[in-house]
Antibody, heavy 117, light 108 residues
Framework: QLQLQESGPGLVKPSETLSLTCTVS??????????WGWVRQPPGKGLEWLGSIYYSGSTYYNPSLKSRVIIFVDTSKNQFSLKLTSVTAADTAVYYC?????????WGQGALVTVSS | EIVMTQSPATLSVSPGERVTLSCRAS??????LAWYQQKPGQAPRLLIY???TRATGIPARFSGSGSGTEFTLTISSLQSEDFAVYYCQQYNNWLFYTFGQGTKVEIK
């Protein structure tokens, strides 16, 4: 059964860069059938797609965050990663990595990232 | 951006009741519509895709319908484990996925 696991710091200071990695097991990020992506959920709020990546490195991002989001893939480690720059308190959220099978058929358990000094 | 609007925001129901949740898209998404269930402290779980196809392992009491801009998720007889928040999502514009704001199904 495919599993996704987020990892990274749970606390980030304002104006710094949030970095998370998703490790895929029992599956391959090099699959030609899927994109891989990130979704976030602020406390008590709804879901927001951040962006997605293909194994080749092709990416597409949520236009509202495009200038701050970078997603990249490391096929050798079977991982893909998220960087969100210049964070503020509004970026405090649970961040999920997902498999984009149109729609999102597998989700990680989520990682809470708090932006605070 | 395709805006997804769900109604109602909250639904208070008793176990065993039939429940109908609505989702409207700001423009046609054909049948590229999914429903997710999210329980507190858990990741969302895919229930329905293609507007009406149940995902693997989803009980038959969950059904979806609709196409274009109007969609419905029906739970035929609400079980205790079904109290949760439900989100719709369009993936017709897969360059910009969008979700509805969610409907919370709570115990009456």
């Amino acid at each position: 059964q495919l599993q996704l696991q987020e990892s990274g710091p749970g606390l980030v200071k304002p104006s710094e860069t949030l970095s998370l990695t998703c490790t895929v097991s029992s599956g391959s990020v090099s699959s030609t059938s899927y994109y891989w992506g990130w979704v976030r959920q602020p406390p008590g709020k709804g879901l927001e797609w951040l962006g997605s990546i293909y194994y080749s490195g092709s990416t597409y991002y949520n236009p509202s965050l495009k200038s701050r989001v970078i997603i990249f893939v490391d096929t050798s480690k079977n991982q893909f990663s998220l960087k969100l720059t210049s964070v503020t308190a509004a970026d405090t959220a649970v961040y999920y990595c997902v498999r984009c099978a149109h729609p999102f058929d597998h989700w990680g358990q989520g990682a809470l990232v708090t932006v605070s000094s | 951006e395709i805006v997804m609007t769900q109604s109602p925001a909250t639904l208070s129901v008793s176990p065993g009741e039939r429940v109908t949740l609505s989702c409207r898209a700001s423009q046609s998404v054909s049948s590229d519509l999914a429903w997710y269930q999210q329980k507190p402290g858990q990741a969302p779980r895919l229930l329905i895709y293609g507007a009406s196809t149940r995902a693997t392992g989803i009980p038959a009491r969950f059904s979806g319908s609709g196409s274009g801009t109007e969609f419905t998720l029906t739970i035929s007889s609400l079980q205790s484990e079904d109290f949760a928040v439900y989100y719709c999502q369009q993936y017709n514009n897969w360059l910009f996925y969008t979700f509805g704001q969610g409907t919370k199904v709570e115990i009456k």
